[in-house]
């Protein structure tokens, strides 16, 4: 069955203290992965697609990275402004059985940098 | 570039009243989703459109919910009557829809439902 896991659900930081969001997942073949950001009130935003393992795509104080199982978001120095809850949500490749694109999403992790 | 456009962004109903909420995609994206977000979870899938023909609604309460997409442009999701249990974030959001290739959803800014 396909599925999304993220971890931990919960993150507090020091402004400065440097982590990692991990985000695994089980799918019949990987056509994209996504993350995006939700502040409180807002839909998610769009941060990076990868594809591939080994992939690796940055944006600011975020990195992305990709294997054959999980996705890492490596937060370097964060500030009090990268607090949100950050998704993971997962394409297979096609399924014959359906002619339309299919996603999974994870449960997030809220993530509060402390000044 | 016009995001996805969604109102109302709140609303507040006695529960078995009716709500509608509105989406209007990025222009030119053929698929369309809606999906449900309940406080502290990930968005849960109800419908997804492709045009105005619906592809996927396993997941769509089809005896309270309802949802169309008549003219393959924007789009109108029904509650009818409303459960205390309803009270979620209700997110829409669009792709292009090639399909078989990476699609980045991108997303409105939701409607925020409290069922008393």
């Known amino acids: 069955e396909d599925q999304v896991t993220q971890s931990p659900e919960a993150l507090r930081l020091q402004e400065g203290e440097s982590s990692s969001l991990n985000c695994s997942y089980t799918?019949?073949?990987?056509?994209?992965l996504f993350w995006y950001r939700q502040d409180p009130g807002k839909g998610p935003e769009f941060l990076f697609t990868?594809?591939?393992a080994g992939e690796e795509k940055e944006k600011e104080r975020l990195k992305a990275t990709l294997t054959k199982k999980e996705s890492f978001l490596h937060i370097t120095a964060p500030k009090p402004e990268d607090s949100a809850t950050y998704l993971c949500?997962?394409?297979?490749?096609?399924?014959?059985?359906?002619?339309?694109?299919?996603?999974?999403f994870g449960s997030g992790t809220k993530l509060n940098v402390k000044p | 570039e016009a995001g996805v456009a969604q109102s109302p962004r709140y609303k507040i109903i006695e529960k078995r009243q009716s709500v509608a909420f509105w989406c209007n995609p990025i222009?030119?994206?053929?698929?369309l989703y809606w999906y449900q977000q309940i406080l502290g979870q990930g968005p849960k899938l109800l419908i997804q459109?492709?045009?105005?023909?619906?592809?996927?609604d396993s997941q769509l309460p089809k005896d309270r919910f309802s949802a169309e997409r008549l003219k393959g442009v924007d789009s109108t999701l029904k509650i009818q009557p409303a459960k205390l249990e309803d009270s979620a974030v209700y997110l829409c959001?669009?792709?292009?829809?090639?399909?078989?290739?990476?699609?980045?959803?991108?997303f409105g800014p939701g409607t925020r439902l409290l069922v008393l």
């Open positions: 959001a669009s792709s292009r829809g090639d399909y078989g290739t990476q699609e980045t959803q991108y």
């Open positions: 799918v019949s073949g990987l056509r994209g």
């Open positions: 990868l594809y591939s």
């Open positions: 949500a997962v394409q297979p490749h096609p399924d014959p059985i359906y002619n339309f694109n299919k996603f999974y």
């Open positions: 222009s030119g994206h053929a698929t």
């Open positions: 459109f492709q045009n105005n023909g619906v592809v996927d």
